[in-house]
């Protein structure tokens, strides 16, 4: 089976309340833009992936079809360590196409991807709810909303100024005590002479973890702060290779890692950082770019097939107004069942590709 066509289109999906509007410490966002990422083969199969378009990196702009075509066309789905050995598209490109050649083998085989990736350990994944930087009384409010749509962990975005995070950490707790278990991430928003105090801040609170506090690249201060706090530390934009990630092991940087595809590459370079960091003792979650239901399905394959995604997984699919893929992925209780069809196991709709298409 070789791969000859290839396709590539940006998607806008409006979001809605309580996600929207969504404020980081970057910008406020009512929307989700995705790259999809269309391959066709010569036995007709047709398979599809999806990345986040990298409005802060700008490791690409628009939709590079013809970059894509040189890298990928004449490949062999199956032959995916050889297309890793050889990526020349940065992590964020590669990882839409490997997403494509995953759903390509199961669809070839007639399997869900996560029996590729070593079969089910779990059916259904426990997802964290997220939430933008808010103010006292309406962070109050959105946690008592997710409280009863039924999830057990809330994530928030902060990094703007330490004050504005520890006012709206307190009306969390002030609205659902210790009911929700909580994780603030200030992406990489504060140098360490805030980071510290603020950790050591934060320990009444009683966090599950404090996320990427500081810029990637100072893993060796984030093992100090480790240390020197009770707050776990939980580092996302610094994992990336294995070896930056065998860093962060032998520095004892972290008390958990989120991986996510289009920081390692892939599905299959997620399973890798799990593998090493089961090994380590150190649990993962999979991260959130607010997914669409190609991406969602990718991280529903690795949690169900990756023994090391023991706790609730970051989500804003319950945020979309609608998807690409019909019929869209359920939510239940704070959980979401593992597609049981072939390859990613969901429908893309192509005409609402067309409808949403930027």
Known sequence: MKITQLHAVTVRIPQKPPIAPYQSRYRATSEKE????????????????????????????????????????????????????????????????EMAMWDLMGKAT???????????????????ACMGIRPYHEAK??????????????????????????????????GVGDR????????????????????????????????????????????????????PIALNESVTTLEIVLQIIQLGAADVLLPDTYQCGGILGVKKVAALAEAAGLPCVFHCAHDLGLK???????????PNFPLANDCTYYGLVDDIITPMHRI???????PEGPGLGVAVDEAKVRQYQV
């Open 141 to 174: 409010e959105i946690a008592r909303h997710y409280l009863a749509m039924g999830f057990s962990t809330l994530k928030t975005k902060a990094g703007r100024r330490a004050e504005e995070d520890l006012e709206m950490v307190r009306g969390i707790r002030d």
């Open 110 to 128: 007639g399997r869900p991807v996560y029996q590729l990736l070593g079969g089910a350990v779990r059916k259904t994944v426990e997802l964290a």
């Open 180 to 231: 929700l278990k909580l994780r603030i991430d200030p992406n990489q928003g504060y140098p360490p002479e805030v980071a510290f105090p603020l950790a050591r801040d934060l320990e009444p609170y009683h966090l599950e973890y404090f996320e990427q506090p500081m810029p990637l690249g100072l893993i060796a201060d984030a093992a100090r702060l480790r240390r020197q706090t009770r707050t």
């Open 296 to 306: 969602t399905a990718a991280m529903l394959h690795v949690v169900a097939s990756t």
């Open 332 to 338: 239940e209780a704070g959980r979401m069942a593992v």
């Open 34 to 97: 995705a790259l999809l990422i269309r391959l066709e083969t010569d036995t007709g199969l047709v398979g599809w992936g999806e990345t986040p378009v990298d409005w802060l990196g700008k490791s690409f702009e628009g939709t590079p079809e013809d970059l894509l075509r040189q890298a990928v066309l004449g490949r062999d789905p199956f032959d995916l360590e050889s297309f890793y050995a050889e990526n020349r598209l940065g992590s964020y490109l590669a990882s839409g196409v």
